[in-house]
């Protein structure tokens, strides 16, 4: 059997671009709006469906109950980096990833570092920060030292040049904007250091640059409308 170079033969991917998928998930999700710029990015026509976490596998299409998750004609992707590949392998004439393999692999290793090292721990503040839970001082202090260890990491890779991997924007910048800033967000809501800063002198003006992309710009505006038609909701 002919290799296909592990892509779609170009009709089929064609046809698969024209279709449109269906985002589920909330703009409250930095991991939702990862995908969502991903979409905007490559042209992709789709719609956004108003879905918030929790155990409905296997009515739902995410067995591990979290957002963001993707209806394709292919059928059900959960996993935001999985999801992400997925619209690239299917998008013939647009891509967010650099052209070499060892740039792509650069890209691949910033997402993992901030999603890993930076996101994931800072994640235990989100319940505090943004849903009214009690808030504990020393689950902070240790979050802090965490995501200042994996700024560490991710100072020693990023360019911000004007874009983290360099002089083009990948997905490696979705992800870098949606989680750092909502790491940013938490610390400011809880009165923390600004460690993020701290670790990387360049980071505001990295992020103010990004909302020049007007996927993230628009990403931006819906993730401001999502936590204003909230905040009316819990005070009505
Ligand atoms: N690794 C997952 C993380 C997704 C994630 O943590 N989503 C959050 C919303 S931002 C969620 O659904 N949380 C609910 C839960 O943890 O049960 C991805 O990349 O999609």
């Given at each position: 059997m002919q290799s296909l170079g592990g892509r779609l033969p170009g009709l089929q991917l064609g046809g698969r671009m024209r279709q449109p998928v269906r985002l589920f998930g909330t703009p409250l999700s930095n991991y939702y709006n990862k995908v969502k710029i991903a979409l905007i990015e490559l042209e992709r026509p789709f719609t956004e469906v108003l879905h918030l976490p929790g155990e409905q596998w296997p009515d739902k299409g995410s067995p591990s109950g979290k957002i963001p998750f993707l209806e394709t004609a292919d059928g059900f992707i959960y996993e935001s980096q999985a999801i992400v590949e997925y619209l690239e392998d299917t998008t013939p004439?647009?891509?967010c990833h650099p052209a070499s393999a060892m740039e792509k692999a650069r890209c691949r290793e910033l997402i993992q570092t901030i999603e890993l090292y930076i996101e994931l721990p800072a994640r235990r503040l989100y319940p505090a920060a943004f849903w009214g839970r009690p808030f504990q001082q020393n689950l902070a202090d240790d979050v802090l030292q965490e995501i200042s260890h994996g700024l560490r990491i991710l100072g020693r890779?990023?360019?911000?040049?004007?874009?983290?991997?360099?002089?083009?924007?990948?997905?490696?910048?979705a992800a870098s904007w949606t989680h750092l800033t909502t790491v940013s967000n938490a610390l400011r809501a809880l009165k923390q250091p600004d460690v993020l800063s701290e670790g990387i002198p360049n980071l505001?003006?990295?992020?103010?640059?990004?909302?020049?992309?007007?996927s993230i710009e628009r990403a931006d505006n819906d993730l401001r409308q999502a936590w204003h038609n909230r905040n009316q909701k819990t005070t009505s």
């Amino acid at each position: 059997m002919q290799s296909l170079g592990g892509r779609l033969p170009g009709l089929q991917l064609g046809g698969r671009m024209r279709q449109p998928v269906r985002l589920f998930g909330t703009p409250l999700s930095n991991y939702y709006n990862k995908v969502k710029i991903a979409l905007i990015e490559l042209e992709r026509p789709f719609t956004e469906v108003l879905h918030l976490p929790g155990e409905q596998w296997p009515d739902k299409g995410s067995p591990s109950g979290k957002i963001p998750f993707l209806e394709t004609a292919d059928g059900f992707i959960y996993e935001s980096q999985a999801i992400v590949e997925y619209l690239e392998d299917t998008t013939p004439n647009h891509s967010c990833h650099p052209a070499s393999a060892m740039e792509k692999a650069r890209c691949r290793e910033l997402i993992q570092t901030i999603e890993l090292y930076i996101e994931l721990p800072a994640r235990r503040l989100y319940p505090a920060a943004f849903w009214g839970r009690p808030f504990q001082q020393n689950l902070a202090d240790d979050v802090l030292q965490e995501i200042s260890h994996g700024l560490r990491i991710l100072g020693r890779r990023a360019l911000f040049s004007p874009w983290i991997g360099g002089n083009n924007f990948t997905h490696a910048d979705a992800a870098s904007w949606t989680h750092l800033t909502t790491v940013s967000n938490a610390l400011r809501a809880l009165k923390q250091p600004d460690v993020l800063s701290e670790g990387i002198p360049n980071l505001r003006d990295y992020l103010k640059h990004a909302l020049t992309r007007p996927s993230i710009e628009r990403a931006d505006n819906d993730l401001r409308q999502a936590w204003h038609n909230r905040n009316q909701k819990t005070t009505s």
